[in-house]
């Protein structure tokens, strides 16, 4: 047990090292070419009207050309305004962590004897983990974009990620509705099959979408409804399985629910930090800390992400044995346990006559 947890502690002291070396390339990085000499009109265009606004969109010298989410720009500067393009890198850190305890739980299930079987249909398929954590990452770098180029073109790289982010959360509150005996049954068909849907052709034609027809009258109502309705969704449907669990309908989990209710409430903070009018965070007395809001959504949602995925990896679908196949209950646990102790039983019994015959026979012989 020493030697095991030695390897398993070994593995993780090597993935904070790597994701603190990842992370520190990814901050100083873009924090040094935005002191450099690099100018931001040579790298994302000089500021015109139509470089921020849509060719065709009336009013345009009306928009405010100074701030952007209530941070002031600086057209000069690699990072046009910083804070709000830093914080997206949370996205990223956020992926890494989580392959990282994606990883180590993968061999602690496999360094246990006998070995632990998967709980649930993350820990069944890896796949569907990393490319949550990769959809993840893309979403915050394109948000990344956005806030350092303040074009209209990354504005909608900064819309196409948050499909990115949202639809691979809908699909895994789906995927804790179906039967582990389903996803044993159809194999890697239904897993494939899950993630092509679901992580590729879903967030991949709804980003698609809003970058080749972003003046489309619908592309920003579906923003403002998708996202409300996705949301309010996850939420309802892990609410509904709670109760139908706790009443019986269902099979009950093992779920740590605390892990919801964070995910629930820095997405809720987070929402409401989106826009800094919303909070009154662009007044004309408010300090910086207080008009970074947007910052802080960035921050905020890449830990409801996370928290979300912890939430739905650790959880138990079904509670066996540590080594006992899928599918075997408690009840039947017992009842191979009582047939195994009448067998040893009825055996002890059978070489008591063998033996109560032999001595029968002896006598037999003797006489």
Known sequence: MSSEKSYLRSHAYHHLLLISFVTLIIIVVPLALNVSSLDGREVWGDVTEDLICAPDQNGCSALNLNEHYCERIVWSRFLRTPYNAMSNMAFVISSMITLSTVSLHYRWMDHQRPRVPPQNHLQRCDLLNKMYALLLAVGG?????????ITYFSAQLDRAGIWMILTPVLAMTLLRWVPMTYGEAKGSCFYHGW??????????????FHLIDPTNALATPLLYIGIPIIVGGCISLAAVRFCLGKCGYIRETQSNYKLAA??????????????????????????????????????????????????????????????????????DRDSDQDSDNSLEMRKVDMEEENSAALSVKNIDVII
């Open 141 to 149: 770098l394109g948000s990344f974009v956005c806030h350092s180029a």
């Open 262 to 331: 964070a995910a629930i409430v820095t997405a809720g903070v987070g929402f409401l930090f989106q826009v800094p009018e919303r909070v009154g965070a662009c007044d004309a007395g408010s300090g910086l800390v207080w008009k970074l809001t947007h910052a802080y959504w960035h921050i905020l949602i890449s830990l409801a992400c996370f928290f979300n995925h912890r939430f739905c990896f650790f959880e138990r679908l079904y509670v066996p044995d540590f080594g006992e196949k899928a599918g075997i209950n408690a009840s």
């Open 195 to 208: 993630i092509v849907f679901w992580y590729v052709l879903l967030p991949g034609g709804l980003s698609a």
